[in-house]
């Protein structure tokens, strides 16, 4: 079955700390990797994503990901976090049953101290 | 471009009574998704349309649900009749053609409904 596992439900880091924020997913094939971020009061925003190619993506705000097929695992990355990263962060996969569909994880807080 | 437009941004209402969200897709988005965020169940998708016919509705929690996209700039979820259980931020989002779930979700700021 398809799902998407974001093991960490609350994440605290200080302000200019180094993040990773794991996913791991179950998939048949190639699966297409979102991470999409949402601040409080707000929709969801993409970040970044993977379809194929290069296993290391870069998206908006200084983030990064890295695809590892052998793990199962899509993990987000930034190097200096600031303030303003405060949020919940989503990773989701598709496609589902050849649809335009996506299955989100439940989601990692991260509080950023600073 | 304006993005995904929802309407009302905030809703309060008695139980029992007729809830009615909308939802402007990105001009030009040929899928339509709208989701339910709790804090109990996340984000849980209630229904998804493409080209305006629905495909899956199998996430809609009960007949009291109801969707419809009478064309590519609208569509609407309606809720009838409420219940306090009802209560939850609920998200329209749309996709580009072409390439399937390759493609982005583009999500609206989202209804805030509370069912008294």
């Known amino acids: 079955a398809q799902s998407v596992t974001q093991p960490d439900i609350h994440i605290t880091v200080s302000e200019g700390a180094s993040l990773e924020l794991r996913c791991n997913y179950s998939y048949g094939a190639t699966p297409y990797l979102f991470w999409y971020v949402q601040s409080p009061g707000q929709g969801l925003q993409l970040l970044l994503k993977y379809f194929s190619g290069d296993t290391l993506v870069q998206g908006i705000k200084g983030f990064e990901a890295e695809f590892k097929r052998s793990q199962s695992s899509f993990n987000l990355r930034k190097p200096s976090v600031h303030w303003s990263d405060a949020a919940e962060y989503f990773c989701?996969?598709?496609?589902?049953?050849?649809?335009?569909?996506?299955?989100f994880g439940t989601g990692t807080r991260l509080q950023v101290f600073p | 471009d304006a993005g995904v437009i929802q309407s009302p941004r905030h809703e309060v209402t008695e139980m029992g009574q007729e809830v009615t969200l909308r939802c402007k897709p990105i001009?030009?988005?040929?899928?339509l998704f709208w989701y339910r965020q709790t804090m109990m169940r996340g984000l849980e998708l209630l229904i998804y349309f493409n080209n305006n016919v629905p495909i899956d509705d199998s996430g809609m929690p009960e007949d009291r649900f109801s969707a419809k996209m009478p064309n590519a700039s609208f569509s609407t979820l309606k809720i009838q009749p409420s219940e306090p259980r009802d209560s939850a931020v609920y998200f329209c989002?749309?996709?580009?053609?072409?390439?399937?779930?390759?493609?982005?979700?583009?999500f609206g700021p989202g209804t805030r409904l509370t069912v008294l």
């Open positions: 989701a996969v598709g496609p589902i049953d050849n649809t335009d569909k996506l299955i």
């Open positions: 989002a749309s996709s580009p053609v072409g390439a399937g779930a390759r493609n982005e979700q583009f």
């Open positions: 001009s030009g988005h040929n899928s």
